[in-house]
């Protein structure tokens, strides 16, 4: 099971426990407001449900939207507002990913190609990350297990990248 919502709000952290809230309730019935309860922020700031096996949250927020995700393995959400190409991207890519193919990233003037490898990185990390954040690539392998989005919000455009489920090897299908 993979659910995830997407919303504009005004503020976008509180927004972002309202669509947790949603989804948890939609997914869990009544037992939903009980795990809801049951949520709290690890060292990192990640929201976990610690006593409760197999249900996995994560969050987003950013400058006038939200989004959650609830799953039956490991999850990530990630969304952020599509802004031009700045200078400060192309840093933040060379200093943290000068290992990976970044190249259209770089140069795509609106930020779309940015926003959307920034995302699938940000939401790979929630997701699966054991190490602090750019020490590895939570990507890499996991490709099949990302979805990203761009879509346009009345005159905003959201890029939205959602990881779930650690892939079988075996068969290299996403648990979710």
Not at 62 to 67: E, K, L
Not at 91 to 107: H, I, M, P, Q, S
């Amino acid at each position: 099971m993979l659910k995830y919502k997407v919303r504009k709000c005004e503020a976008s952290s509180a927004t972002a426990r309202v669509l947790l809230s949603e989804l948890l309730s939609e997914a869990y019935g009544e037992w939903g407001a009980v795990l809801e309860r049951q949520i709290y922020k690890n060292q990192n700031g990640k929201p976990l449900l610690p006593c409760v096996y197999g249900v996995y949250i994560s969050i987003s927020h950013t400058r006038g939207f939200a989004a959650a995700a609830i799953a039956d393995a490991p999850v990530g959400i990630d969304v952020e507002v599509v802004r031009p190409l700045t200078e400060k991207n192309i840093a933040v890519l060379d200093r943290y990913f000068a290992g990976e193919n970044t190249e259209a990233a770089k140069t795509d003037p609106s930020g779309v190609a940015f926003y959307t490898f920034w995302t699938r990185r940000e939401a790979a990390f929630k997701a699966y990350a054991t190490r602090p954040f750019y020490t590895e690539d939570p990507v890499k392998g996991r490709e099949e297990s990302l979805t990203t989005h761009v879509q346009v919000f009345g005159e905003n455009v959201i890029a939205l990248s959602v990881a779930c489920g650690e892939l079988n090897n075996a068969k290299k299908v996403p648990k979710c």
